[in-house]
């Protein structure tokens, strides 16, 4: 209470700045005349009777300090006065201020931009109850889609059997949907087909309405319910509540929308938000196919919870012996592979690619901040021992030094929170940038919460401690006489620029790395672009026009089926009417667009169509004649399919070299023969190898059925124009017209859709390239601070120098020699640990790798570069000097 | 150095609230001359150093002040011990009496009474 009351006045008088000054001088005034009356009575002189009551009064000075001291609040007073003080020295060099700013801003602007996506991509729990107990089903390895674990009775069988889940939900997350609502136009949606329990599994609840459970699923087609997703609530519905219990359609199929999802609830992918949720007994009416009874249709994603003390190993275990047992019960269709247990969130495997990625990223940008740390600490010792004579003459003057050092902090920690702020902005307004740029795959917003903002400010006064502790330890152990003197001796001299030395070297080093990774980035990512995909996206366009009915394309309609390859022909040709394109063609799938799978191919004269008697599991298209033309996929032998390839005449296919190679070796393999789903099949054509899953993959192999000896499905147009997609769009809707009034049509140019496959390449070239730039800036100013500053403190000697009769070179030598060879020790030192971090660079671009000459040569050349265009300007000024001006000035 | 400091400025506390107890309001003069006196000019402490210890104390409310004539007549600052004062005064006392008889106890103490 004592203590509160105290600290109260105390702090009342530091705001109101009240003192008590007055009433203390009238105090002592009052005591020092009775002293001196009283003095004066026991027989002295005026004169001596006030010396000795002043005498005993002590010094009046250091009493009032004390009086002060324990008035106010004097810690907060010595700060405000040394920030106002660093406020003022820091105007009075602006050119230093603004560049250690700016250096400091890009660092912590870099960091907390690369913090920020990291927190909202890895740190950020999915916002599901408990989501620590949440786990993805995953095959071991085969499966390759991105999603995808099991087909629907493969997931009831593990539902039912397991013994370690205390629930178990799957979903199909590729569904696409057309929505007709009320008169509105018909508009493309994506989202989920999930079991009744998904939502109760995860332990989401409605925004508005009620999401549907386990107990409205009674078999197929059974609950025809939707949840909308908050997003395409408000865009498309208006966030309107009445639409709950009203019916919308689905691909022609009334549902009923039950409810909304939380705005916060995105469904378990962070880079997929679905627009919907429809029960998954309903999927027919969605897809138009049944895969609710196909044990070959892998279209579930399996999620779960496991019982409280099981772990991870125990369950997989489990998994792995029904996946056994199946195998044994249906060995035409399960393989019996083992399972293992993931954290869903990240498109299944590639969490670890990303989470390494931006690991890497986050350690690269720490290591940009670590540089600028270096030069600021080398250009704040610099400045400390330029102003050695001030801070000696304070010393002198009864400072003590422990106030210096304070001083010298406070202004690193001012210049620190300025260039942290500074960073801030930008980094907050570059993720504003990035939240909006469709740079990224899918959805993701990078919020900047209180986290990141911790993160900023913990930055901010780490590296102001750490720069800011050199010269204060410069300041601490050195002698006021030694300063007073001016020059200092001469080993104290080497030392101090031994430790600058020292920062400069760490920081070239640093740079080197970063600009070597970035050089590697910029390799990997044109190495990525030239990378043989086996297709010509350039110059493409993809065409989107789903016309088959729902229902309408179930295996059994044959005829059903010549139809839709009608107007499959009708709609190519149409597309090739239109001036200006060149090729049109229909693929199943364009490749690298994920969810996609092996299909077992058996020998000739099989009969028991077990997986283990498999030979090859290649990728299948179906495709139109022509869409290999289109595509720009080389024919290397043999013909295209053509629309006289049908039901009625063999069966035919084009398979590419690897396929032909892993199959039949050298044998030519036009005319050779297979068996795929059911049918003898005949080489006809080999096609050039691409990618078809991602482009890291090793080459698969691959087959392309003709679509008119086929069950039908949704196909992709390409089409080939130089035509924008946009004009494209209108001039196809108008031509088809005829053929297909009134179907939404969706052009994106091919190259487009596949950003997302080259966006972990472009991702790491934007952050390694912006990071080297960074870095090279940092080389620069630290090159040019040391450069200039040796210059500068060496004028007098190289005048001296020059009036002696120094040849141009060695005063060049003089003034520069230190920097270059500082330059050239870093350079190598960051270039060998650009090698040792290979690794590291591997996990974030492809195909990286440091060793490569072409980067060796080129970091090299850079630092070099950068070295000399950054001591130009200082060794200009050693050149230019004229000593007789100069001595006159000393 | 700094810890003697620290004590004498927790002792002279002490005195300067047992003289405003004793002697009842007094001004900074009259309490340094009776403290000077009671110590029997054994303590030599600058008289300036008391007033810095009163302003503690007023903050701490132990004592208040206001100005008032002298007895020549004089504008001086009289200092007078609050309720407050009474209690820290009193408790201060049981301290420093507790402290002295253990220490005392710790001088009476010879080798023999250990055994």
Known sequence: MRALNRLLTRVLNFTTRRRGDERLREEIESHLAAQ????????????????????????????????????????????????????????????????????????????????????????????????????????????????????????????????????????????????????????????????????DLLGVQPEAGRFFHATDEHGPDSAPYVVLSDALWRSTFHADRGVIGTTVELNKHPFTVVGVAPPQFQGTEKFRWPDYWVPIVNEQQVEGSDYLHSRTSIAVTVIGRLKPGVTPQQATENLDAIAAQLAKEYPETDDGQGLRLIHPGLRGDEGDVIRGFLLSVTVLALLVLAAACANLASLFAARAADRSRELALRVALGSSRWRMVRQLL???????????????????????????????????????????????????????????????????????????????????????FALRDLLLCAQIAICTLLVTASLVAVRGMVRALHAPLGIQPEGAMLVYLDMSEAGQASAEALEKNDATVERQKAVLEAARSIPGVTAAGAVSQTPMTGGIHGTPVFPPGTTEFKLNNSVLAPYVYRMSPGYLATAGIRLLSGRDVSWQDTTKTPYVVIVNETF??????????????????????????????????????????????????????????????????????????????????????????????????????????AALGVMGMLAAMLAVTGIFGMAAYNVSRRMKELGIRVALGARKPQVMSAAVRRPMVLLGVGSAVGLVSGVFASRLLGQIVYQANPQDPVVVGGAVLTMALLGIAASAIPARRALAVDPSALMREE | MKQ????????????????????????????????????????SVNQGTLYPVLLRLEQEGAITSEWGPSENNRRARFYRLTCAGHKLLEVEKRDWEQTAAIIARFFEVKAKDLA
């Open chain 1, 410 to 496: 406070t202004e690193a920690v001012m210049v620190s929170l300025m260039g942290g702020a500074a960073g801030l902005v930008t980094a907050y307004l570059l993720l504003g940038a990035l939240n909006r740029s469709p740079l990224f795959v899918g959805q993701l917003t990078v919020s900047v919460d209180a986290r990141v903002y911790l993160v900023g400010l913990a930055l901010t006064l780490g590296s102001a401690l750490l720069f800011g502790m050199v010269p204060a330890r410069q300041v601490w152990h050195s002698s006021p006489l030694q300063m007073m003197k001016g020059e200092p001796v001469e080993s104290l001299h080497l030392r101090r």
């Open chain 1, 36 to 199: 001196t009356e009283e003095n004066i009575h026991a027989g002295m002189t005026a004169k001596e009777a006030l010396r000795h009551a002043r005498l005993k009064f002590g010094a009046a000075e250091a009493i009032r300090e004390n009086y002060r001291a324990e008035e106010g609040m004097p810690f907060l007073e010595i700060l405000l006065q040394d920030v106002r003080h660093a406020f003022r020295v820091l105007r009075k060099s602006p050119a230093f201020t603004v560049v250690a700013l700016i250096t400091l801003m890009l660092g912590i602007g870099a960091n907390v931009v690369v913090f920020g996506v990291l927190n909202a991509v890895l740190l950020h729990p999915l916002d599901v109850s408990d989501p620590q107990n949440l786990y993805q089903i995953r095959h071991k390895t085969w499966m390759s889609g991105r999603l995808l674990t099991a087909s629907y009775p493969t997931f009831e069988d593990l539902r039912q059997r397991n013994t370690t889940f205390s629930g178990m939900a799957g979903f199909y997350g590729y569904s696409n949907a057309r929505l007709g609502w009320r008169s509105n136009a018909v508009i493309k949606i994506s989202g989920y087909e999930v079991t009744g329990n998904y939502f």
């Open chain 1, 660 to 765: 032909a190679r892993k199959m039949w070796g050298e044998t030519p393999a036009i005319g050779q023969r297979f068996i795929l789903s059911g049918h003898l099949t005949e080489v006809v054509g080999v096609a050039q190898d691409g990618k078809y899953h991602d482009l890291e993959e090793a080459p698969q192999p691959a087959a392309y059925l003709p679509s008119s000896q086929s069950e039908s499905g949704g196909m992709v147009f390409v089409v080939r124009s130089q035509r924008a997609p946009s004009e494209m769009a209108a001039a196809l809707e108008r031509t088809l017209s005829g053929i297909a009034p009134n179907v939404p049509i969706t052009v994106q140019s091919w190259s487009d859709s596949l950003a997302g496959e080259l966006f972990p390449a472009r991702a790491a070239t």
């Open chain 2, 4 to 43: 003697k400091k620290d004590v004498q400025q927790g002792t002279l506390a002490l005195m300067l609230l047992k003289t405003l107890d004793v002697l009842g309001p007094l001004h900074g003069y009259g309490i340094a001359r009776r403290i000077e006196q009671i110590s029997g000019e054994l303590l």
